[in-house]
């Protein structure tokens, strides 16, 4: 299941990760792979879960990581990645881009048909790109098309791609969602995609699953797609049940109500080491492409203040994040970058805890005096702020309560509001009504920030959430975006990460460790440099020990 290619939001338990499995997972690779001469059977319904409800069924318009998850298994784009993050043709069969990086060739499969049955051919690759470059398309996702200068389609399974200049994510770009031009192409003339049935209950994709039913707020249901075009997947059906709190999801799966989770740290390491859990379930650990964020929103004065950030960032013990929270399966975060991958600048500038050098930033943004109850006040206004997080995430919550505690002693009062998922991003991110939050991005294979980060993408259905614009990053990002040697981008991206950890818009907290767990019944999997969940089609539950019937 793919996200797309280049920035995705944070949640997917199962994300894309660049080292390989190791820990618990080299004990489950035997158990979990299938026995030697067993058969795969087809059949039985594999239970997940969800800490927050999906905000539609079209994932090329929505930001949010359930959304997303349920999308990918509904549609597919023209390449992929393999277990080994290598780039691979899906709708695609073959492709040839030019020296000069301006002319990408698509040879479609000829095999491909819509969940309603209708052939899949380059008219609807067509229709896609010019979805993604309508003005009206309320997508966060433009500026890899807008880079485009032409696309042609000469026959039904040729697509042509000119670009204006280079552009380093040509080809992964088209890992993006297609989407059905006989459907959708009056809603997205009258820019109402979003308004779509397709949208709400009943979206047509190409993917492996077919849609079965949505109950907001209980459950997503999703049928295998007997016509899928590299074979019908072997479990029959997919139910995501929503469950928006990490405890009941724990709950739910000592009781076998679900067959998969991603496990908190304390879970994983204290909470599931006995005889019986370990028979039921097979546990993974991989480091995961995702990191969790302290963000200002910068148009609030007191935040625009660059001393008043750094100063926040020096007063935030990381190291007892990741032992506290995380219990030590983490690694401290300075920037958007892992540590480890090409693009990341082991030499920022950092801020080890001191709260010595916390009180003299803020002393020097003004803020000298305090009031009876110990809390700094500038201009007769105490230093107070709503620190916003999601609801079923202990793990922000716990760290959110950390940071708390450490800006009490800096003389800063914070109050945490916990708020259900899916309100938070449409009530509070799309509008910009919040102070700080505490959140997190999963990022893709390639280390284009520009949307996240370029002072265009501002807009309410933009991901730049804390509005902050920067001269400098925007020219690194574009830079760094428009040539084909790694070596030039790495030196773009190097400095943009300095600007960053000066500018500390975000304070960078930590990257996780994925610690999904899996039904010991499923068999199949066999964990990779990308994870667990790049062969989902060909997990399977053997005859005699599926559960239920339906699929």
């Known amino acids: ?52 409800n999906i905000s539609g069924l079209i994932p090329n318009v929505l930001s949010d990581s359930a959304s997303f998850e349920i999308g990918s298994m509904l549609y597919s784009g023209l390449i992929t990645r393999d277990k080994d993050l290598n780039i691979i043709g899906e709708l695609a069969e073959s492709w040839t881009f030019s020296q000069d990086c301006l002319d990408l060739t698509f040879n479609l499969r000829r095999n491909v048909r819509w969940h309603d049955g209708r052939p899949f051919t380059a008219a609807d690759v067509v229709f896609t790109y010019e979805t993604m470059i309508h003005p009206k398309t309320p997508t966060a996702y433009r500026e890899d098309f807008k880079a485009v200068a032409e696309v042609a389609a000469p026959d039904p399974y040729t697509l042509r791609v000119r670009y204006k200049q280079p552009y380093a994510k040509a080809l992964q770009s088209w890992g993006l969602w297609m989407l059905p031009r006989h459907l959708l192409e009056s809603y997205v003339r009258e820019g109402r995609l979003r308004e779509a049935p397709q949208n709400r209950s009943n979206p047509v994709g190409t993917g492996a699953y077919r849609f079965g039913e949505w109950k907001p707020g209980e459950k997503v249901v999703l049928v295998a797609n007997p016509d899928y075009f590299e074979g019908r997947p072997h479990l029959g059906r997919v139910v995501y049940r929503i469950i928006p709190s990490q405890a009941t999801i724990f709950l739910e799966l ?77 690694r401290e975060a300075t920037g958007p970058y892992k540590p480890g991958t090409w693009a990341h600048n082991p030499s920022v500038r950092t801020y080890p805890y001191d709260m010595a050098k916390a009180r003299a930033l803020l002393a020097a943004a003004g803020w000298t005096e305090t009031n009876a109850d110990g809390v700094l006040v500038r201009n007769g206004q105490p230093f107070t702020f709503e620190l916003l997080t ?86 690194l990002l574009e830079q760094g975006r428009t040539s084909c040697r790694q070596e030039e981008r790495k030196k773009s991206y190097a400095r943009f990460q300095e600007v ?43 005859t005699h020990l599926q559960r239920y019937t339906a699929g």
């Open 254 to 330: 000592k009781a076998k109500g679900v067959d998969a989770a991603g496990l908190t740290a304390l879970q994983f390491k204290r909470q599931t080491e006995y005889p019986a859990f370990r028979k039921a379930y097979h546990k993974y650990e991989y480091p995961a492409n995702a990191y969790t964020y302290l963000g200002f929103n910068l148009k609030d004065p007191r935040f625009a203040d660059r001393r008043v950030r750094q100063a926040i960032a020096h007063a935030i013990d990381k190291r007892e994040l990741i032992d506290g929270v995380l219990l030590g399966l983490g």
């Open 1 to 52: 299941m793919k996200p797309p290619l280049a920035v995705v939001p944070l949640a997917l338990a199962a994300a894309l990760a660049l080292a390989a499995c190791g820990g618990e997972a080299d004990s489950a690779v035997e158990q979990g792979s299938g026995r030697p001469g067993e058969k795969p059977a087809y059949g039985d319904t594999f239970i997940e879960s969800l800490t927050g």
């Open 390 to 475: 999601n609801q079923g995430n202990d793990e922000r919550k716990k760290v959110a309560e950390i940071v708390q505690a450490s800006l009490k002693e800096l003389g800063i009062q914070v109050d945490i509001r916990v708020i259900e998922w899916a309100s938070l991003l449409k009530e509070y991110i799309k509008k910009r009504r919040f102070e700080a939050i505490i959140l997190g991005w999963g990022i893709g294979l390639d280390p284009d920030q520009y949307e996240i980060w370029h002072s265009s993408k501002t807009g309410p259905d933009e991901l730049n959430h804390i509005s902050y614009a920067n001269p400098e990053v925007d020219a």
């Open 500 to 542: 960053l950890a000066e500018d500390q818009p975000y304070v960078f907290l930590y990257f996780r460790d994925a610690l999904p767990v899996v039904s010991s019944r499923v068999r199949g999997i066999v964990p990779a440099p990308s994870g667990i969940r790049y062969n989902f089609n060909e997990w399977y539950v053997p």
